[in-house]
């Protein structure tokens, strides 16, 4: 067949067999296996010479004894096997050369590029260059560089975006020589397009081999014969998919910007600055050691690190469980992220004061700086607002998230609201502090809290009324069995204060 192939001219593309692979389940003969796949390889190869055929020596060339295994089970390529494979392929093919691109830019801001792609419409920014680049094709992430970007005369550290996205950052000699770049949506683009193609293969699988070929095509058609021209819908399914990758595979204009990455400065320089300059690692054990503990009690480490990361705030549900609020977005947003603060629930089943079950109840929230847990969810404290988070499905997961009141001020994030704490009569109640300027919407009417005080939340009928105001960081409040409330002052310097409804401390926004 080959010989008359090639007296028709046709080229062939001919591929040796890989090696087998040793696996954690030896196998008695993989030296005589391999051996005798080294011989169908030379003869393939000799094939493709006489012939004039391309060979790919997969043999020779996919793996060496020294790189980490690319099959699953010694024979089957796993994920990496593949992307070495198709990495191969494309090289030897050539198919991807039109693809590399070099873009450099030159002491003066000038841009320019080197096959591949094509750029434009720069602009010189205050600490960089932004430009717009486009593909002659998509890259192909396969390759060891599809895309590089040099600065030859850089002396600072830069960053790079892609439409917003950070990329690659990189120091001044990099720039020099340049890096490769391998990620961003130019490749995420590239990953729809396998997947599309992916997608598109398996319908075109299900039309070739289809299950129950009998009743489909052979002697047994005529019991359902309506499945021989359903496989025509198949067809249309292809179809469809191939229209989409025609669409997948058009390059689109993508925003590069380069900016400079200024070193980090403190403010001042103070040597007695409040952050130390050394922080040592926790050790529990001396820490507990070091603990004066009064008569008939024990203190112990109920959970740490990684399970809870920079922890708030702390409540008990009634089934003795630890509902913890955490935050690693503290204090703002880090431009470019997104905050991803969660609630975790904390479990001591055995009991010996030690938690040995966490859930994560609910993520992607920011700053929550209070939790409580209620029946069917949980009330939260949450930046500028306060939130129903509802567990509808009793499964110790959010579902659902209702924002009950928003406006609540922003001003100093540490002094937000803060503190639920349940009153023995049904009423939910929780603080702000100082410079947190409130202005909330309710259906009962307005309600206007400027500076510290208490508010007071009715669940049942959802009443929102400020109970207190004053105190300059009110940062506590216990409520005895009597019922009256006290709240701490973290600022004031006088220590817990008596309060009651309607009470106004001099420390209040307006007092004389």
């Known amino acids: 067949?080959?010989?008359?192939?090639?007296?028709?001219?046709?080229?062939?593309?001919?591929?040796?067999?890989?090696?087998?692979?040793?696996?954690?389940?030896?196998?008695?003969?993989?030296?005589?296996?391999?051996?005798?796949?080294?011989?169908?390889?030379?003869?393939?190869?000799?094939?493709?010479?006489?012939?004039?055929?391309?060979?790919?020596?997969?043999?020779?060339?996919?793996s060496t004894p020294e790189t980490e295994p690319i099959t699953e089970n010694g024979v089957h390529l796993n994920e990496l096997g593949y992307?070495?494979?198709?990495?191969?392929?494309?090289?030897?093919?050539?198919?991807?050369?039109?693809?590399?691109?070099?873009?450099?830019?030159?002491?003066?801001?000038?841009?320019?590029?080197?096959?591949?792609?094509?750029?434009?419409?720069?602009?010189?920014?205050?600490?960089?260059?932004?430009?717009?680049?486009?593909?002659?094709?998509?890259?192909?992430?396969?390759?060891?560089?599809?895309?590089?970007?040099?600065?030859?005369?850089?002396?600072?550290?830069?960053?790079?975006?892609?439409?917003?996205?950070?990329?690659?950052?990189?120091?001044?000699?990099?720039?020099?020589?340049?890096?490769?770049?391998?990620?961003?949506?130019?490749?995420?683009?590239?990953?729809?397009?396998?997947?599309?193609?992916?997608?598109?293969?398996?319908?075109?699988?299900?039309?070739?081999?289809?299950?129950n070929k009998t009743y489909v095509f052979l002697f047994r058609a005529y019991e359902m014969g309506h499945l021989a021209y359903e496989m025509g819908d198949f067809d249309r399914l292809v179809t469809a998919a191939e229209e989409r990758i025609a669409r997948l595979r058009i390059p689109h204009t993508h925003r590069y910007s380069i900016e400079r990455i200024d070193p980090w400065k403190p403010v001042h320089d103070d040597p007695e600055h409040e952050v130390p300059r050394f922080i040592p690692a926790p050790d529990i054990a001396d820490e507990l050691s070091k603990m004066e503990v009064p008569e008939g009690y024990q203190l112990n480490l109920f959970s740490a690190d990684p399970i809870l990361t920079n922890p708030i705030n702390l409540n008990w549900d009634t089934r003795g469980r630890a509902w913890v609020s955490m935050s690693s977005t503290y204090p703002h947003i880090k431009p470019g992220t997104?905050?991803?603060?969660?609630?975790?629930?904390?479990?001591?089943?055995?009991?010996?004061g030690v938690a040995d079950k966490w859930t994560v109840f609910a993520d992607g929230l920011l700053v929550p700086h209070s939790v409580m847990p209620v029946k069917g969810g949980a009330y939260v404290c949450s930046a500028t607002e306060f939130l129903f988070l509802a567990d509808t499905d009793g499964d110790d997961r959010a579902d659902e998230r209702r924002v009950v009141f928003s406006g609540f001020g922003n001003a100093d994030v540490h002094h937000m609201i803060h503190a639920l704490r349940w009153a023995p009569w049904g009423e939910l109640y929780f603080n702000q502090s100082i410079y947190i300027n409130s202005f909330i919407d309710t259906r009962w009417g307005k309600r206007r809290l400027n500076g510290s005080g208490v508010w007071r939340f009715r669940p049942e009928t959802e009443r929102l009324d400020v109970f207190a105001r004053g105190a300059v960081n009110p940062w506590g409040h216990a409520i005895d069995r009597w019922g009256q409330s006290f709240i701490t002052d973290g600022a004031g310097g006088q220590g817990p204060h008596y309060t009651f409804p309607g009470a106004a401390f001099r420390s209040a926004v307006g007092a004389p």
């Not at 692979?21 to 005798?36: F, H, I, Q, W, Y």
């Not at 997104?338 to 010996?352: F, G, S, T, Y």
Request: aromatic share 4%; net charge positive; with cysteine.
């Open 83 to 211: 992307r070495r494979l198709a990495g191969l392929m494309t090289r030897e093919l050539g198919l991807f050369e039109g693809a590399r691109s070099l873009v450099t830019i030159d002491s003066e801001r000038v841009i320019s590029s080197h096959g591949g792609a094509t750029v434009g419409d720069a602009v010189t920014t205050g600490r960089g260059i932004r430009f717009d680049l486009r593909s002659d094709q998509l890259p192909c992430y396969f390759l060891p560089v599809a895309r590089k970007v040099s600065i030859p005369s850089a002396v600072h550290d830069y960053r790079l975006k892609v439409d917003g996205v950070d990329v690659l950052e990189g120091a001044a000699a990099g720039w020099r020589s340049g890096y490769a770049v391998s990620r961003g949506p130019e490749f995420d683009a590239t990953e729809k397009l396998r997947t599309a193609i992916i997608g598109k293969n398996l319908q075109h699988r299900r039309r070739l081999r289809p299950l």
């Open 338 to 352: 997104e905050p991803n603060d969660r609630i975790v629930i904390l479990e001591d089943q055995d009991q010996n």
């Open 1 to 62: 067949m080959v010989g008359a192939l090639a007296a028709k001219g046709a080229t062939l593309i001919l591929l040796t067999p890989p090696r087998q692979e040793a696996t954690g389940s030896p196998v008695p003969d993989l030296k005589e296996r391999n051996r005798r796949l080294g011989e169908a390889s030379r003869f393939i190869i000799g094939i493709g010479k006489k012939h004039g055929h391309l060979v790919i020596d997969l043999h020779g060339q996919l």
